[in-house]
């Protein structure tokens, strides 16, 4: 499954398209077409995490790692939007 965020400035413009290649609570690993450095603070949306923000801690020939500003859940942000998380079985509904 692919993720795909469009990064935005902080005053919405649109910087590019990037494909999530790690992601973690804390951060992102991004890989796209934009101009970047370090120090920038983007803003982009993932699935059901909403929308994020962070900033730009570095950047590489095509890729740049972000450090989100809040944690979030990484199973969220890989569930589309309108979808529901998995429920937990319980033992009673799993002998019917």
């Known amino acids: 499954m692919f993720l795909l965020a469009i990064l935005r400035d902080v005053q919405g413009k ?7 290649r790690n992601l973690s609570a804390t951060g992102m690993l991004a ?9 920038d603070i983007v803003r982009f949306a993932l699935g059901q995490a909403g929308e994020l923000s962070g900033e730009v801690m570095r950047v590489e020939e095509g890729r ?16 589309r939007i309108g979808s529901r998380a998995p429920s937990a079985a319980s033992p009673q509904t799993l002998k019917k």
């Open 64 to 79: 740049c790692g972000i450090q989100f500003h809040r944690e979030i859940d990484p199973a969220a942000a890989r569930r």
């Open 14 to 20: 649109e910087l590019g398209k990037a494909i999530v």
């Open 31 to 39: 890989e796209g077409s934009f101009d970047l450095k370090r120090g």
